[in-house]
């Protein structure tokens, strides 16, 4: 199998480590795993950054890793008036025990609002969830989300804390069929579930007017956390605009394969342009809409 194994970690780019490191310890219950620390090598290499001082620093909620990156010299800054339709968008989900002690401690931080009218009780239909977006202080999106039953529920069930891990990491996408066949193909995701949200609630948490927006969960072998599409009919997507790991817009996930060397032949096959570490340990590909992914042996 040339596919992946699963995701154990989500990367962004940011302006300012240490306003990020406080930002998601005081606000959000992360934890830092390590320092700040040069990037490992295969990785730059793979990412482009070879020629750039790139530090990143590890930061774990629950079982999951996040991997903040600071690039010097730094790429673009994160775009003016960003919106949920936009390609560039990727949120972590982060599942709470309580909504209401959570929007309280995160209120400490200042964060941005996304959603409008604070946290929202989505219909059954479009999960029965309560979901609030929000953003840091680059910009990058987050999800706080309450699930109040079910498979989803269970899963975090024991875990402790008020804020509990990273459910899933969604990206909004414009071509829905190219990304579903990237995801499918040369990763070896599976579909789990798909939906329409809709309606006034998912108006107020997107910050969004009437939006109607396909949902499909996709799983790794290892399911959790997975990838999830969100792939908006409406309203259109405003603009285009693509990022480079530098880029303090730029996202991805990494994901661990045990064949790197056969994800990139099936990358290639695939008409995409991954670029390898001289070692094969790592590799990194765009996405159809250029969302970033980030591949390491293991």
């Known amino acids: 199998m040339s ?48 020629e750039r001082r790139a530090t990143q620093l590890r930061m774990r909620l629950g079982a999951q890793t996040v991997i903040f990156l600071a690039v ?31 929007m309280g401690h995160l209120a400490q931080v200042g964060p941005t609002p996304i959603s409008r009218d604070g946290a929202q009780h989505l219909p059954a239909a479009s999960g029965g969830v309560t979901a609030y977006k929000f953003r840091d202080p680059d910009g990058h999106p987050l999800e706080l ?31 829905l069929d190219a990304a579903l066949a990237f995801l499918t193909g040369p990763l070896g995701l599976t579909v789990a579930q798909r939906g329409l949200n809709q309606g006034p609630e998912q108006a107020r948490l997107d910050g969004l007017d009437a939006p109607q927006v396909d949902v499909i969960a ?53 008409g995409l342009s991954p670029r390898a570490s001289a070692d094969g340990t790592a590799l990194s ?8 992914f980030l591949f390491v042996r293991a």
């Open 218 to 270: 996709l799983e790794p072998p290892e399911p959790a956390p997975h990838v999830e599409l969100l792939h908006y009919r409406a309203p259109a997507a405003r603009r285009h605009l693509s990022f480079g790991p530098a880029d303090q817009a730029s996202t991805r996930y990494v994901f661990s394969t045990a064949d790197p060397e056969g994800l990139l032949r099936r990358l290639r096959d695939a």
């Open 72 to 102: 010097d010299p730094p790429g673009a800054p994160y775009p003016a008036d960003p919106a949920a339709t936009d390609p560039f968008f990727q949120h972590l989900a982060i599942p709470v025990r309580d909504m209401g002690s959570a």
């Open 3 to 50: 596919g992946v194994r699963a995701i154990i970690g989500f990367g962004r780019t940011v302006a300012d480590l240490a306003a990020t490191e406080a930002f998601y310890r005081d606000g959000l219950g992360f934890a830092r795993v390590a320092p700040p620390e040069p990037i490992p090598s295969a990785q730059a290499e793979a990412m482009g950054l070879a």
């Open 145 to 175: 989300i309450f699930f109040p039953d079910g498979p989803p529920a269970a899963r975090w069930r024991d875990a402790p804390g008020l804020f509990l891990g990273i459910d899933h990491s969604a990206i909004t996408v414009t071509d």
């Open 285 to 292: 590909c765009a996405g159809p809409d250029s969302h970033g």
